[in-house]
């Protein structure tokens, strides 16, 4: 079980400022959590295998494949500057140290 001090310090830790009728309240609260996982820890889950989800999922993906834009020019005329071929973005690292 949970006590007033135990919450107080959590909340030190934790830099909130808490009333001491909220510390009240989160120590009944906190309470009954942990008595819910006690509850939980004396189930029997010696059978269940672990999972990482509660349904079988599977990620749709499709192959990644290399394909040229055919209107190249409309990109690069799109941008805010080019050089040639390329983007011209702002540096952003000083060589000069």
Do not use: C, W
């Not at 830790?13 to 009728?21: G, M, N, S, V």
């Not at 008595?35 to 672990?50: A, G, H, K, R, T």
């Not at 079988?56 to 941008?79: C, F, H, M």
């Amino acid at each position: 079980m949970i006590d007033r001090e135990q919450v107080h310090k959590v909340a030190l830790l934790a830099r909130l400022e808490l009333t001491p009728e909220e510390e009240q309240q989160f120590t009944t609260q906190l309470g009954s959590i942990l008595d819910y996982i006690e509850q939980l820890n004396e189930v029997d889950v010696s059978d269940v295998p672990p999972t990482t989800r509660a349904i079988d999922v599977s990620n749709v993906t499709r192959k990644d494949e290399l394909q040229p834009y055919p209107e190249r020019e409309a990109i690069l005329n799109g941008a805010p500057e080019q050089e040639g071929e390329f983007f011209k973005v702002p540096k952003i690292m000083n060589t000069n140290d």
